[in-house]
């Protein structure tokens, strides 16, 4: 009471301190880096990650991370454009059919196996090297000097693609959901001014939020990207329950000081509770070994604990300030009263709930039936360059991708004969190195200093394996598991394999494990928090059984239509879906109890449904809407789906709230009404 008696007496100067923080963090935000590359989120000890950085070490000369398809009528015209790559700043090697080889043969007297990998139908495919410093700009002059004629893909590509086009996109999806989130405060609030309030209190909790960011140094692309606009539509209803609480009040309260300190204080344990089951759902994600959760964990946890602060501490002056534009600007409301809803639910809440129960376990099942994405190869699709590009190279060269793996060199018998097993392998189409070019009884000292500086260090050989496999596939896992296991039998622990198929791998590896590690923990906490704040073990487990039945039938339905999903995307929504629409359940069943001391159980729902759907409703639309938003606008495809997943779990949240929680609540009553109960009500 102290501290709301200061907050709301110092209010001019809390203001000024709030406007003066959100001016510097939106000058802080841009000084955030951002990051769109998935496999610098792969756990620092997983093999891939470690082969990388070892090769760094022993090798000047990078792994390959893009391809570069260009037309060509000769052989000549092709190295011709292999110099014009070379010459740009950022591309650190370019390899080709001449770095095979030291014949210096025109084309047509190479085998078909040999040139097929390099030079095909009229065109020439470069394995290109590219800066992580100069990513974009060396990216963006290899599309300027190939025009619409070449192509080009690979995960250097796809970060590029996404560095500039993520925040254009982003800026734009946040300027239309500013939009709807007006529209719908304004057909859900009572005077024409509670939206500016609002939404000046999102405004200034999303600025603190993304200026402090640059504690973390950097962000992710999907932090960056959805963060924001998460942090908006999950925690928009603190200030709107909060702004409802001081009108219900007015009329009881001497002054408007007064009243606001009475609504602080009758709504602190109810806004404390929903912050605080979404700060435990988002973090759940800092339990992921793939660096991408707690990357978004920590950023919504923190944002929703900035938006909970500001809500206690900004919007009740604020609420003071503009409390009589509020007054003037008064309105019917737009919303029904519900009561017709109240009705239907009654008469269909059992049948629902029974149907509930039922498909738990066939959408359980199918949840579990799934496919998946893990890297980055399909994050943009047909319709866009980056796609169209990708599917170009893979019509004339097939699916490639290139592996490097990098042995002791000493012991050139057993080199050579695990060189041969490589190349018997399926899938495996090409293989550069020192023994597959010269044989075994060549020293290495005889050879020119620039194939070896390529292949060969103080310490370490490396093999360049070239496969027609995409990077993200079974079989592109299973080659992998092949290539390791031979290394093992020769070299034992000692060798190192690098490329996309393998990071993809260990990104499946990890995403895979972290799966039933984080749902496990995100139900966990968030039962033991409903646990503290509803007192019973039976409505925990309730509400939690409620909208894990709505994550189900959420990720059934991609099962069902056959769609893979992007892992990321999977564990992710999981955690969201859980935090942020528990705070629906927990409201209805709170105002359910709260009912059941004046009437009967049917009664009691009916009330209910009247209370709170204009409540969930309001905060369920904004979030819907953010969700097919990001979906709709997003060409990043691990995004839209992310969007997609957000947008439907929430409808199902809704649904299971509004139609099938009364049901249950209805049920198993008798277990949770306590003897504070009008006794005639208790039957």
């Given at each position: 009471?102290?501290?709301?008696?200061?907050?709301?007496?110092?209010?001019?100067?809390?203001?000024?301190?709030?406007?003066?923080?959100?001016?510097?963090?939106?000058?802080?935000?841009?000084?955030?880096?951002?990051n769109y590359d998935m496999n610098d989120y792969l756990p620092e000890d997983a093999a891939s990650t470690v082969a990388i950085d070892k090769m760094e070490e022993e090798f000047d000369d990078p792994i390959p991370n893009a391809q570069v398809m260009v037309p060509a009528d000769s052989k000549k015209e092709a190295l011709a454009w292999k110099a014009k790559l070379e010459s740009i700043s950022g591309v650190e090697a370019v390899i080709w059919l001449d770095d095979t080889t030291f014949t210096d043969a025109p084309l047509e007297f190479y085998s078909e196996d040999v040139r097929g990998k390099y030079y095909k139908d009229g065109y020439a495919l470069f394995r290109v090297a590219i800066s992580e410093d100069e990513n974009l700009t060396a990216n963006d002059a290899i599309r300027e000097l190939i025009g619409e004629d070449g192509a080009m893909t690979g995960s250097s590509v796809s970060t590029a693609v996404a560095t500039a086009g993520t925040i254009t996109e982003v800026r734009r999806i946040a300027i239309i959901a500013v939009f709807f989130i007006i529209a719908v405060l304004l057909l859900t609030t009572k005077a024409w001014a509670e939206p500016v309030v609002v939404m000046i209190g999102m405004g200034v909790a999303v600025l603190l939020n993304m200026g402090s960011n640059l504690i973390f140094g950097e962000i992710s692309f999907v932090t960056n990207a959805a963060g924001s606009i998460l942090q908006i539509a999950v925690s928009l209803d603190y200030s709107v329950f909060l702004m409802h609480r001081f009108e219900e009040l007015r009329?009881?309260?001497?002054?408007?000081?007064?009243?606001?300190?009475?609504?602080?204080?009758?709504?602190?344990?109810?806004?404390?509770?929903?912050?605080?089951?979404?700060?435990?759902?988002?973090?759940?994600?800092?339990?992921?070994?793939?660096?991408?959760?707690?990357?978004?964990?920590?950023?919504?946890?923190?944002?929703?604990?900035?938006s909970l602060v500001t809500v206690f501490v900004f919007v009740p002056g604020l609420i003071m300030m503009m409390y009589p534009l509020i007054e003037k600007t008064k309105h019917r409301s737009f919303l029904p009263d519900f009561h017709r809803l109240g009705n239907f639910v009654i008469r269909t809440m059992l049948p629902m709930a029974l149907v509930f129960v039922i498909l738990l376990v066939p959408t359980c099942i199918m949840d579990g039936k799934n496919s998946y994405y893990y890297g980055a190869t399909h994050i943009y699709g047909a319709g866009t360059t980056y796609g169209n590009d990708t599917q170009k190279i893979t019509d004339t060269f097939g699916e490639t991708d290139t592996l490097v793996l990098m042995v002791p060199k000493g012991n050139t018998a057993d080199e050579y004969r695990m060189i041969v097993e490589l190349e018997n392998m399926d899938r495996i189409v090409d293989i550069t190195s020192i023994l597959s070019m010269v044989g075994p009884s060549v020293p290495s000292d005889m050879l020119p200093s620039e194939l070896t500086d390529a292949l060969e260090s103080e310490n370490y050989r490396r093999i360049v394996i070239n496969a027609e496999v995409n990077s993200d596939s079974d079989e592109a896992f299973l080659l992998v598991e092949?290539?390791?296991?031979?290394?093992?039998?020769?070299?034992?622990?000692?060798?190192?394999?690098?490329?996309?198929?393998?990071?993809?791998?260990?990104?499946?590896?990890?995403?895979?494990?972290?799966?039933?590690?984080?749902?496990?923990?995100?139900?966990?906490?968030?039962?033991?928090?409903?646990?503290?704040?509803?007192?019973?073990?039976?409505?925990?487990?309730?509400?939690?059984?409620?909208?894990?039945?709505?994550?189900?039938?959420?990720?059934?339905?991609?099962?069902?239509?056959?769609?893979?999903?992007?892992?990321?995307?999977?564990?992710?929504?999981?955690?969201?879906?859980?935090?942020?629409?528990?705070?629906?359940?927990?409201?209805?069943?709170?105002?359910?109890?709260?009912?059941?001391?004046?009437?009967?159980?049917?009664?009691?729902?009916?009330?209910?449904?009247?209370?709170?759907?204009?409540?969930?409703?309001?905060?369920?639309?904004?979030l819907t809407i953010v969700g097919f938003l990001l979906y709709f606008l997003s060409t990043h495809r691990l995004l839209a789906q992310l969007g997609l997943l957000l947008g439907v779990g929430t409808v199902c949240s809704l649904c299971v709230v509004v139609f099938i929680l009364p049901g249950l609540l209805y049920l198993i009553d008798r277990f949770f009404v306590g003897s504070g109960s009008k006794k005639r009500f208790v039957q």
């Amino acid at each position: 009471m102290k501290f709301y008696r200061f907050v709301i007496k110092r209010r001019k100067a809390v203001f000024i301190l709030f406007a003066i923080a959100a001016l510097a963090c939106a000058f802080l935000r841009t000084k955030v880096a951002v990051n769109y590359d998935m496999n610098d989120y792969l756990p620092e000890d997983a093999a891939s990650t470690v082969a990388i950085d070892k090769m760094e070490e022993e090798f000047d000369d990078p792994i390959p991370n893009a391809q570069v398809m260009v037309p060509a009528d000769s052989k000549k015209e092709a190295l011709a454009w292999k110099a014009k790559l070379e010459s740009i700043s950022g591309v650190e090697a370019v390899i080709w059919l001449d770095d095979t080889t030291f014949t210096d043969a025109p084309l047509e007297f190479y085998s078909e196996d040999v040139r097929g990998k390099y030079y095909k139908d009229g065109y020439a495919l470069f394995r290109v090297a590219i800066s992580e410093d100069e990513n974009l700009t060396a990216n963006d002059a290899i599309r300027e000097l190939i025009g619409e004629d070449g192509a080009m893909t690979g995960s250097s590509v796809s970060t590029a693609v996404a560095t500039a086009g993520t925040i254009t996109e982003v800026r734009r999806i946040a300027i239309i959901a500013v939009f709807f989130i007006i529209a719908v405060l304004l057909l859900t609030t009572k005077a024409w001014a509670e939206p500016v309030v609002v939404m000046i209190g999102m405004g200034v909790a999303v600025l603190l939020n993304m200026g402090s960011n640059l504690i973390f140094g950097e962000i992710s692309f999907v932090t960056n990207a959805a963060g924001s606009i998460l942090q908006i539509a999950v925690s928009l209803d603190y200030s709107v329950f909060l702004m409802h609480r001081f009108e219900e009040l007015r009329p009881k309260c001497d002054t408007a000081e007064e009243t606001m300190l009475q609504a602080l204080l009758s709504s602190t344990s109810s806004i404390l509770s929903s912050g605080l089951t979404t700060v435990i759902g988002f973090a759940a994600l800092c339990f992921m070994r793939f660096r991408i959760g707690p990357d978004l964990g920590l950023a919504l946890a923190k944002g929703i604990a900035i938006s909970l602060v500001t809500v206690f501490v900004f919007v009740p002056g604020l609420i003071m300030m503009m409390y009589p534009l509020i007054e003037k600007t008064k309105h019917r409301s737009f919303l029904p009263d519900f009561h017709r809803l109240g009705n239907f639910v009654i008469r269909t809440m059992l049948p629902m709930a029974l149907v509930f129960v039922i498909l738990l376990v066939p959408t359980c099942i199918m949840d579990g039936k799934n496919s998946y994405y893990y890297g980055a190869t399909h994050i943009y699709g047909a319709g866009t360059t980056y796609g169209n590009d990708t599917q170009k190279i893979t019509d004339t060269f097939g699916e490639t991708d290139t592996l490097v793996l990098m042995v002791p060199k000493g012991n050139t018998a057993d080199e050579y004969r695990m060189i041969v097993e490589l190349e018997n392998m399926d899938r495996i189409v090409d293989i550069t190195s020192i023994l597959s070019m010269v044989g075994p009884s060549v020293p290495s000292d005889m050879l020119p200093s620039e194939l070896t500086d390529a292949l060969e260090s103080e310490n370490y050989r490396r093999i360049v394996i070239n496969a027609e496999v995409n990077s993200d596939s079974d079989e592109a896992f299973l080659l992998v598991e092949e290539i390791r296991s031979l290394a093992e039998k020769y070299y034992g622990e000692d060798y190192y394999l690098a490329g996309q198929s393998a990071s993809t791998y260990d990104l499946k590896d990890t995403v895979t494990a972290d799966m039933t590690k984080v749902n496990l923990i995100a139900i966990a906490a968030v039962f033991l928090v409903l646990l503290f704040i509803l007192h019973s073990f039976i409505l925990s487990a309730l509400l939690v059984f409620s909208i894990e039945g709505a994550i189900w039938i959420n990720m059934a339905i991609p099962a069902l239509a056959g769609n893979p999903i992007f892992y990321i995307a999977y564990l992710i929504i999981s955690s969201i879906q859980l935090g942020a629409t528990v705070d629906y359940a927990i409201l209805m069943t709170e105002r359910y109890r709260e009912n059941r001391q004046q009437m009967d159980r049917r009664e009691a729902v009916r009330k209910t449904i009247m209370d709170c759907t204009g409540s969930v409703m309001t905060s369920g639309t904004v979030l819907t809407i953010v969700g097919f938003l990001l979906y709709f606008l997003s060409t990043h495809r691990l995004l839209a789906q992310l969007g997609l997943l957000l947008g439907v779990g929430t409808v199902c949240s809704l649904c299971v709230v509004v139609f099938i929680l009364p049901g249950l609540l209805y049920l198993i009553d008798r277990f949770f009404v306590g003897s504070g109960s009008k006794k005639r009500f208790v039957q």
